[in-house]
């Protein structure tokens, strides 16, 4: 897969396979009879799904929103606020992952990704 050759349209659809198909994982885990163990696959396929939709630059909806943004603003004026968008969902992110940390303890999963996040938007 090459973006260059790529139009931003046909770009955003191959990032929202990825969110699609969690979803839909999440959706046929309820049909039929639904045990325990199908009941948790499908709340961690939505999870994951939601997670991966975030506008955070380096996840499906970073490269969802800076396509729709480049399309509608320009490759220019897009990136600049795409970049600014991501900055703050990963800020909000991190800072919900330390209240959660703090309230609730035990899971640092969060926390490690969205440092991540952090480090990797820092970096440029």
Known sequence: YD?????????AMVAAAGPLAN?????????GECSRG??????ACLSLAV??????????????LR??????LGPVRGEITGEKI???CTVCLWTCAVAVQIRCGGNL????ISVCL???IAGG
């Open 38 to 43: 199908r009941a948790l696959f499908g709340v």
């Open 3 to 11: 973006p260059s050759t790529v139009s931003y349209t046909r770009e």
């Open 86 to 88: 991501s900055r703050i």
């Open 51 to 64: 997670f991966n939709i975030l506008p955070i630059r380096h996840l499906d909806g970073g490269v969802i």
């Open 67 to 72: 396509d729709l943004l480049f399309s509608l």
């Open 109 to 112: 999963s969060l926390l490690f």
């Open 118 to 120: 952090l480090t990797k």
């Open 23 to 31: 979803l839909a994982g999440f959706l046929s885990c309820f049909l």
